[in-house]
């Protein structure tokens, strides 16, 4: 709708992930060196946290399409579905060509796929996305995978991606068995003030932008509403600039985003001068 107005050639603030317009700063490149160390390491678990929106998902997507081809990776989005579900979406994304009726049958299958792996220098990986969402029995479940190994070197890694609260669910003296083999950990903060103005920059640019659109102040206010929250951010932007189409405005200034903020009933979280 507002593509022609403001000369682009996508829409730039997309709340979906997408590693196309994934921006390095310095807190996401800090992220993306832990996982790659993560795959290198293969020590068991690791854990990367992080608020609602700080592109968690972003990163992980970006990992899994510049994995090296030793790599096997299978996400999940949704590991509370039914536990045979959560062994027969293994199976798929693997590709074991079966479906099983029962978690004893899984295992023997998954363990030859593994040992199969191994022997072809292969490296497995079980990426678990909302894990805040998990509860202990289903941990368990994903624990006992990752007990599969051959000549003491485990056979599966797994990393677990959730929001903050996944720590304290971790500190459970019933998850205690999975919390221990936790060895590394990573919290994504939301980005600064500068770094708002340098990422609404950079989604412009790989949208096609000629020009800048934002004002400084704009992406400072931007930053003050949203609290430095790459989702959010990306919500604001985009009703900015419908409302600027709908204006007649080439420019976005910081009344236009005050008034973004009423329209997505935003909370105000600091005086809007």
């Avoid at 027969?88 to 978690?103: Q, R, V, Y």
């Avoid at 903050?164 to 919390?179: H, Q, V």
């Avoid at 919290?187 to 400084?216: C, M, S």
Wanted: proline share 4%; with cysteine.
């Amino acid at each position: 709708m507002y593509l022609d107005y403001y000369e682009l050639k996508k829409f730039p603030f997309r709340t979906n992930p997408d590693p196309n317009f994934l921006w390095f700063g310095e807190k996401h490149k800090k992220a993306i060196s832990f996982l790659k160390y993560g795959m290198l390491k293969r020590d068991g678990f690791l854990l990367l946290t992080g608020d609602v929106g700080t592109g968690k998902t972003s990163l992980i997507r970006y990992l899994v399409k510049s994995a090296d081809a030793s790599a096997i990776i299978a996400t999940i989005s949704n590991p509370m579905m039914p536990v045979i579900d959560f062994y027969n979406f293994l199976s798929e994304k693997f590709k074991l060509d079966n479906k099983f009726a029962d978690k004893a049958d899984f295992f023997f299958h998954f363990k030859k796929f593994l040992l199969k792996a191994y022997s072809e220098h292969k490296l497995v990986f079980v990426i678990i996305d909302a894990a805040q969402t998990l509860i202990h029995d289903r941990f368990e479940e994903i624990r006992l995978l990752s007990n599969i190994e051959f000549e003491n070197q485990k056979l599966l890694n797994i990393f677990f991606v959730g929001q903050n609260e996944i720590e304290t669910i971790l500190m459970d003296p019933r998850n205690k068995a999975t919390s221990q083999r936790i060895n590394m950990s990573y919290q994504l903060q939301p980005l600064d003030e500068n770094e708002t103005i340098h990422y609404i920059a950079h989604r412009l640019k790989v949208a096609g932008a000629k020009r800048g659109i934002f004002t400084d102040d704009a992406c400072k206010k931007i930053f003050d509403i949203a609290d430095g929250i790459p989702r959010l951010i990306n919500s604001i932007c985009d009703c900015a600039l419908l409302s600027g189409y709908v204006k007649g405005l080439k420019i976005i200034d910081p009344l236009l985003i005050r008034e973004c903020q009423i329209e997505l009933s935003i909370p105000i979280g600091t005086i809007f001068i």
